[in-house]
């Protein structure tokens, strides 16, 4: 998986950027995504800057509309988030292969009571390739193994959250070869997935 193409759009005044990866193989992807969601096959994906003020209530269908300006077909996966995706951090470890668009202004606990909502956006988004397949479960296993360094590297931050109320995580392998079993933390490929998602999440702007 190459590294993304960073463009930007014009919208509402703004010129906004985005990040865009066109898969030179199909893909199958899990994902957690406003716009291909879910798992399966994938050939693209976006991660687009929104305004601190985006209040649209079709989001799937914005990130559609990009895409297809973009040029984009087939199955893929849209990413929305308030940061500015040019500041993408990316991280290899042990052949994977993981994006990070890193949001804090709003950490939240993901069991907390129910206070009402924060004003300001925050998103963490990643994007993850693993150079083997994986089976349906380790995918799963893997979305976990995310989730779990990023509260990690969140806590060393010395945020007491355990993120934001809008992260968003799309894990890409090979659809075919041999079958990885296991994606957990201590797993082949989710110990080196941990890693890299730890260190995103470190190395990201902390004004962002």
């Given amino acids: ?30 994902s957690s995504a406003v716009l291909g969601g879910g798992l399966g096959p994938c050939r693209w994906v976006v991660n687009a800057t929104v305004p601190m003020s985006y209040d649209r ?20 996966v849209g990413l929305l988030t308030g940061v500015d995706v040019s500041q993408v951090v990316h991280v290899t470890d042990g052949g994977v292969r993981l994006w990070a668009t ?25 994007v993850a390739w693993i150079p083997q397949r994986l089976s349906e479960g380790a995918l799963v296993n893997a979305v976990a193994t995310i989730t779990e360094a990023k509260t990690q590297a969140i806590r060393a ?3 007491d959250a355990t993120g934001t109320a809008t992260d968003a995580v799309t894990v890409l ?7 990885a079993a296991y994606g957990g933390p201590r797993s082949q490929w989710g110990a080196p997935l941990a890693r890299a998602a730890y ?3 470190l190395q990201a702007d902390p004004a962002l």
């Fill in 1 to 30: 998986m190459d590294q993304p193409e960073l463009t930007h759009r014009d919208e509402d005044g703004r010129t906004l950027p985005l990040l865009v990866w066109r898969l030179p193989a199909p893909a199958t992807a899990i």
């Fill in 57 to 76: 209530h079709d989001p799937a269908e914005h990130l559609s509309t990009l895409a297809a300006s973009l040029g984009l077909s087939g199955p893929g």
């Fill in 102 to 126: 890193v949001g804090l202004g709003t950490p939240i606990q993901a069991a907390a009571p129910a206070d009402g909502f924060a004003e300001r956006v925050g998103t963490v988004n990643f």
């Fill in 157 to 159: 931050r010395g945020l």
């Fill in 173 to 179: 392998c090979p659809p075919t070869g041999p079958v």
């Fill in 199 to 201: 260190e995103a999440v």
